[in-house]
Nanobody, 124 residues
Framework: VQLQASGGGLVQAGGSLRLSCAASGRIFGSWAMGWFRQAPGKEREFVAAIRYSGTTSYTDSVKGRFTISRDNANNMVYLQMNSLKPEDTAVYYC???????????????????WGQGTLVTVSS
């Protein structure tokens, strides 16, 4: 089972980026997918998640700016990030978890597999 995140880069404040996560192995079908991020000197934090049904969850700081989506046919999950702010600068990780209930989507320990991370840098 592997998760491969991509799409990070350097962008000016107010700009947009789209992160992608490719999942391989027998995990995608009914699993929840999430994005977490870790800024320098800070703990990893929840960003967004999507269940197989399409139900989504976002941390308050990204609501209205970020959109998570998934393509079950191609084992992909995306994070569209608009109106980026310098405080969004972090390494972004995708994660996959089986049987995660809605109230636990924001918990890192609910996820079984993690990708390697992709760096997003937002300049002011």
């Amino acid at each position: 089972v592997q998760l491969q995140a991509s799409g990070g880069g350097l962008v000016q404040a107010g700009g947009s980026l789209r992160l992608s996560c490719a999942a391989s192995g027998r995990i995608f079908g009914s699993w929840a997918m999430g994005w977490f991020r870790q800024a320098p000197g800070k703990e990893r934090e929840f960003v967004a998640a999507i269940r197989y049904s399409g139900t989504t969850s976002y941390t308050d700081s990204v609501k209205g700016r970020f959109t998570i989506s998934r393509d079950n046919a191609n084992n992909m999950v995306y994070l569209q990030m608009n109106s980026l702010k310098p405080e969004d600068t972090a390494v972004y990780y995708c994660a996959a978890g089986n049987g995660i209930i809605l109230s636990s989507l924001s918990r890192a320990d609910a996820y079984n597999y993690w990708g390697q991370g992709t760096l997003v840098t937002v300049s002011s």
